[in-house]
């Protein structure tokens, strides 16, 4: 059961840490009450999966509206797998908080990539601005330093000013480098990265992969094989820094993170998600995502291209100079399958997290 913007539901364990921290003062009762049952006798009311008590619309409002109001620096993230509804519920609640909103989807970083990115218009915002989307040229790199130095900048401009930053996105990386204050690997070494780049073209990152494992089973389990820049670059990490010092880079987290962070998770059971992806995937190419990519290609953009690496647009790099002989309908099926399955990452991530108020 699933119970939409009306309400929330929310592990014990989380919420008992944010009542132990004095955030909801209201439902105190209540949640030792539920917490007493899960830890005694095993069960929770109202159990739904991993996920604990049914909490109304107004609770969790006045759980936004306590975290702001009790917290110097307050950051709200919204985060979610892929067509969940995070971009809807963002609108809502920035304007409900005078908030503005910083894009942490890292392919909405580039310019141009719009169909396929689901990127916000200009007539969605509402009104609300937002901060980070199209401030990449395809050619261009980002990451996680990157990002993190770019959102520290706006976030602390907007609490200067007496604004609340919602972060709003599903990179599992980019949002856990604000969630957690992570602390900067070193700068690359292009000598080194580009051996490993080809090392890992030799066999799709197999070798690279068993090579992480044996130095950090923790992160290695973190980076899938066939995510290759960011295993790339773990592995690189560990080449151009002492062991020892490596583990520490490999996105540690502060003890003290920088901002008082409160964050909620929006999820669909997964038949639902499943549908979910397979209509906005549909969508997206009746709106023309084909003719997207093939604009790109028209200004010179190429696969090597960061940009052009990214999900869906390199199958569709990929098909068009296959000279579109694959059906469409197989090509967006495939599309569709990788995002479904990128989806069950993301949830696996999160899972993890106890901190997140699951919507």
Known sequence: MHLG????????????NLVISGSVQNMRNVVLWTCKLVFTFGFCPSISHNHCMSIDKHTWQQLVKDHCENNERPVIVILGPT??????????????????????DSRQFYRYLDIGTAKIT???????????????????????????????TVIDALLQKG?????????????????????LAPPADPAIRKRLEKEYDNDNGATLHKRLEALDPDVATRIHQNNKPRLVRAVEIFEVSPVENAKDQL??????????????????????????INNRCKAMFEAGWVDEV??????????????????????????????????????????????????????????RDDRIVWL
Do not use: C
């Not at 609300?128 to 395809?138: A, I, R, Y």
């Not at 540690?252 to 979910?276: C, F, H, M, W």
């Open 163 to 183: 604004t609340v930053p919602i972060l709003v996105g599903g990179s599992m990386l980019y949002i856990s480098a604000m969630t957690d204050d992570l602390r």
């Open 83 to 104: 067509a969940s509804g995070k971009t809807a519920f963002s609108i809502d609640l920035a304007q409900s908080i005078n908030g503005e909103v910083l894009n942490a």
């Open 294 to 351: 093939q604009k790109l290609i028209d200004k010179g953009y190429t696969k090597s291209d960061p940009a052009m690496k990214s999900h869906g647009y390199k199958e569709i790099m990929e098909y068009i100079a296959d000279g579109n002989s694959e059906p469409i309908e197989s090509l967006q099926e495939r599309i569709a399958a990788k995002t479904r399955q990128y989806a069950r990452r993301q949830m696996t991530w999160w899972n």
């Open 5 to 16: 913007w009306g309400s929330i539901w929310i592990s014990s364990l989380s919420y008992r």
């Open 122 to 152: 200009e007539e969605e915002m509402n009104g609300v601005p937002h901060h980070l989307l199209d401030v990449l040229d395809p050619s261009g790199e980002a990451t996680v330093g990157w990002y993190q130095k770019e959102a520290s």
């Open 251 to 276: 996105w540690k987290a502060s003890e003290n993170p920088k901002y008082d962070i409160l964050i909620l998770g929006i999820s669909k059971q997964r038949d639902e998600s499943v549908v979910k």
